[in-house]
Structures are given as structure tokens and as C-alpha cells.
């Protein structure tokens, strides 16, 4: 019986010897929370070593007294979504390009004694961008992106003045980190 334990455990010290290191490394992290401007908060998914998925979610809330004691509330809620594709790496350094899609719904009510106007705007954002990743540590990453983008908008409004659509052309750039966990 001896002799069987002896004769597995020289097998298993061989095939261990025999097995590269390399089997050992860890893998790349595959989800990290992105910090950045324009102020949102996001994470990032690299589904595979040339692909990710960044969802984000941005909302402001705010109220104000003005100096003809108008009081005003808004808020703002905006979802959104970027893939980003990498086209090719140097280093630490990887290149992307990148959709992204943003919806943003934003209310504001204002008072003034008896008389109110409610306004309710709803803005879908479209944009391209090319930007570059650096991988400062396996864990931590800084980025940088400039695009273009498209905005369609409407608004609804309690009082009897007109409400307009928006269609607008942007420049579109983004800083940030990111952490990876």
C-alpha cells in the first residue's frame, strides 16, 4: 500500500514539474468601477480581451430660491451605455472606439405664490468616441476620449407657453480612472 502512495506521489510531483508556470498567473481583471468626468457612475466589463461594456447612471437634484422668491426644484436622471471596442495595444496602452447611448429625463417645478410651472424634458444622446487606456497597474487605469455626438429632445410644460424640440451636434470628451476589482 505504501509502495501505491509512494508511486502516486512521485506521478503528481512530476505533473506538477512538468505543468509552466505560466498556469499559475492570474487573469487580467474583467470588471472595475470607472471614475470620471463627466461626473456619472460607472463600471466597465471587459467581456472578452477586445470588447467591454460600460453602463452608467448620472442624476443631479437641486433647489433653489431666487431673489424674486421664485422657488425652483429639479432633478435629472440619466442611464446610459457605451461598448468599447480596442483596436490595438503598445504596452500599457490600448486604443478604442466606442458608441454610446444615454437617455436623460429631467423635471423642474417652480413656484411663485399661487402661479407654478411644471417643465418635464426628455433628451436621447447618441455620440461616437476614440479613445486610449493606460494600465498604470493591473488593478488601476487612467483614460481619455474625444467623439462627436447627437442629441434629440423634447419638453412638456404645465403652462400655455410652447416647448421645443432640440436637435443638437456636440463634442463629446471624457477623462477618467478606473479600479478594477
Known sequence: MTNLLSRI?????????AVPLSVFAQDSPK????????????????????????PEIAFTTASTTTSTATDVD???FSPGV???????????VRTYVSPLYIYRRAT????????????????????GSFGAEFAAHRRF??????????????????SSFQTPTVNAWNVRTAVGAILYF
Open 9 to 17: 506521489a512521485t506521478i503528481a510531483g512530476l505533473v506538477l514539474l
Open 31 to 54: 470588471a472595475g468601477i470607472v471614475m470620471g468626468v463627466p461626473a456619472s457612475f460607472s463600471v466597465i466589463w471587459n467581456v472578452t480581451d477586445k470588447v467591454a461594456v460600460r
Open 74 to 76: 429639479s432633478h435629472s
Open 82 to 92: 457605451s461598448a468599447l471596442f480596442y483596436l490595438r495595444k503598445w504596452d500599457a
Open 108 to 127: 423642474s417645478a417652480a413656484s411663485s405664490g399661487s402661479a407654478s410651472n411644471d417643465l418635464t424634458s426628455s433628451t436621447h444622446n447618441l455620440a
Open 141 to 158: 487605469g487612467v483614460f481619455g476620449e474625444v467623439g462627436i455626438g447627437y442629441t434629440h429632445g423634447s419638453a412638456e410644460s404645465s
